[in-house]
């Protein structure tokens, strides 16, 4: 379980106040996949970063009784002098993983070859992507956060990266963000929608993306 408990979030931007989270309570309950809708610049981003951790609110708090990931995928953790092989291990003594099982899980997932040797800095976008996947699966988390993510690579690595999502997915909840309805379907139960700093939570995904819709076309109007 997730809860946000009088949770506000404000920006100060050029002297002017954006308020993305205002005083937001709700529970995002322990094994659902929870799609995370609300229109660009509703605060969606920073709604996963204050959850995750990244992120300190203006105001309230997180509490939680499980463990929760980073954003799926992201790669600005890395030390960029340590090479991929390195990294991995530092974050698997972080999370108290067995370091080589998680070393061969993602030496395999990731295909870099000698490159996973290599210091991350010397890596191209893509090889940090693969490798950020890599490591973000290879960590059993109660609850994924997942920020538009996308696998990068031929086909066949999209296809092993989906299959492995999809499992994960069954034995453990996420929050996702997408701007893809079929996708947000087919991984996700419930659904909480954010429009100007206020959160509805949905137990049924198709509920709160009919709302989401309705929430465009009113801004649309």
């Not at 996963?48 to 009784?65: Q, Y």
């Not at 490798?131 to 988390?141: D, E, H, I």
């Not at 453990?172 to 087919?186: C, E, N, T």
């Amino acid at each position: 379980m997730i809860r946000l408990q009088n949770l506000t979030k404000t920006y100060v931007l050029e002297g002017r106040r954006k308020t993305v989270a205002r005083d937001i309570t709700a529970v995002f309950p322990t094994g659902v996949s929870v799609a995370l809708l609300g229109r660009n610049g509703a605060g969606k981003s920073s709604l996963l970063k204050m959850i995750s951790g990244e992120m300190l609110p203006t105001s309230g708090e997180i509490l939680s009784d499980g463990t929760i990931s980073w954003p799926v995928g992201f790669a600005g953790s890395f030390h960029r002098e340590l090479s991929g092989e390195q990294n991995c291990r530092f974050l698997a003594r972080v999370y108290g993983i067995d370091t080589d099982e998680m070393v061969a899980f993602v030496k395999d997932f990731a295909e870099l070859g000698d490159h996973f040797q290599l210091p991350i800095r010397t890596y191209s976008s893509g090889m940090k992507a693969r490798l950020a996947f890599g490591v973000s699966m290879a960590v059993p988390f109660d609850t994924y956060l997942v920020d538009e993510v996308s696998a990068v690579g031929d086909a066949a690595f999209k296809s092993k990266s989906n299959r492995v999502f999809n499992e994960r997915m069954a034995k453990s909840g996420a929050i996702v963000v997408s701007h893809s309805m079929g996708m947000l379907r087919k991984t996700c139960q419930a659904g909480a929608v954010l429009e100007d700093g206020r959160l509805s939570y949905y137990h049924d995904i198709e509920d709160a993306i009919e709302q989401h819709l309705e929430n465009m076309r009113r801004r649309a109007r």
